[in-house]
């Protein structure tokens, strides 16, 4: 570990004491301790068998036990489980590690509480960095750090100019899916978000209107359903959009998990994806090739992401006077099965509408 003098020495056993023990780093250790699914099991074994031999409680954490000569930056994240979010997070790990620079990372839950904590957690500690991938507050509360120290931002909306961002250019990305959904012969898709009050979830609504919009398509409020960002968000999401527009014959899912969870849905109402329905995620994770149907989606490059936001933090921590840079990176279609062209859409209406009424709209079609 780098020489130093160490801050605030207590008779209580450390995260240094673990990590020497441990034969890691400190950051190692805090990533252990706050987010495990981070980190290989073999490590997460190593620092749990130094924690049980030193009998170390984890409320003795404390950044004082730093060296004063550490750098140390707070990554904040609205949620841990993100495949997505994660490997923005490990990629931004990563990259500060070859610099020397302990992180860790601060879970939100998506509770704007628990990040206004973090913020009074920067101002108490010594901290030379801080990276928010997405986030529950408002630029103003980003332009107040960035005063002080380096400030990154991925995956959300920032106007304040000291503010370096790196995003995935969504505008872009949405309108691919359309225009791949449009060739298919599909004018009735619908769209799966989160939180609509996050900036991040409202841009790519925004550019889900401005492509219909450009195709000729007249958006209609009730296509949008505002759910969450997990499987079962999209389980009873796509329920409630069919209950609302049961003539949709594709939905737009902006995460994978999403997507995965409307497919099942689906399955198990005794419909087929993509033959009654189409769906498209927007991350390309790991599961998104290996679920049936295999998943259409966006190439999301969220180890870069996290690549790109980290070397912008390292360089303005060595060098303050550095202009913060905002970056735009394309997206690219990944076509698989959960897609296909537009199909007759007679047996969702019957479900949801019965058959008088599905007789009176689709005349003959049953006949």
């Not at 099991?41 to 924690?51: D, G, L, M, S, Y």
Request: charged residues 25%; aromatic residues 6%; hydrophobic residues 40%.
């Amino acid at each position: 570990m780098r020489g130093g003098k160490i801050i605030d020495i207590k008779k209580n056993i450390t995260i240094k004491d673990i990590a020497i023990k441990a034969g890691v780093s400190i950051s190692t250790v805090s990533r252990v301790l706050n987010n495990p699914s981070l980190v290989k099991n073999e490590t997460c074994q190593k620092v749990h068998a130094a924690i049980k031999d030193l009998n170390f409680s984890c409320n003795s954490l404390q950044l004082r036990d730093y060296r004063a000569d550490s750098k140390l930056v707070i990554i904040f994240m609205p949620n841990i489980f993100s495949n997505s979010l994660t490997e923005i997070a490990r990629g931004a790990l990563e990259e500060l590690e070859k610099h020397n620079i302990d992180s860790l990372i601060w879970n939100s839950n998506e509770n704007i509480s628990t990040e206004m904590r973090g913020f009074s957690f920067l101002q108490k500690n010594l901290v030379q960095g801080v990276i928010f991938i997405t986030s529950c507050v408002k630029d103003i509360s980003l332009e107040d750090i960035s005063v002080k120290i380096p400030v990154g931002a991925v995956e959300r909306t920032v106007n304040e100019s000291n503010v370096d961002v790196v995003n995935v250019d969504t505008e872009q990305g949405i309108e691919l899916l359309i225009d791949h959904l449009y060739e298919l012969g599909h004018r009735n898709i619908g769209f799966l978000c989160g939180d609509i009050s996050s900036s991040n979830t409202a841009a790519k609504t925004m550019a889900y209107k401005k492509a219909l919009d450009k195709k000729g398509i007249k958006w209609d409020a009730s296509s949008v359903i505002s759910s969450g960002w997990t499987m079962q968000c999209g389980y009873e999401g796509i329920q409630q959009l069919l209950n609302w527009r049961p003539q949709t014959s594709a939905v737009i899912c902006i995460t994978d998990e999403l997507a995965i969870g409307a497919i099942n849905a689906i399955q198990n109402m005794g419909y087929s994806c993509p033959d009654d329905i189409s769906i498209t995620g927007f991350e390309n994770t790991p599961n998104s090739a290996y679920q049936y149907p295999k998943l259409t989606t966006l190439d999301f490059p969220g180890y870069r992401i996290g690549e790109i936001i980290a070397q912008k933090i390292v360089k303005r921590i060595e060098n303050p006077i550095l202009p913060a840079e905002k970056i735009l990176l394309p997206m690219k279609l990944i076509q698989r099965h959960s897609t296909g062209v537009a199909r007759d859409t007679a047996k969702i209406l019957h479900f949801f509408t019965g058959e008088e009424r599905l007789k009176d709209n689709l005349g003959k079609i049953l006949d």
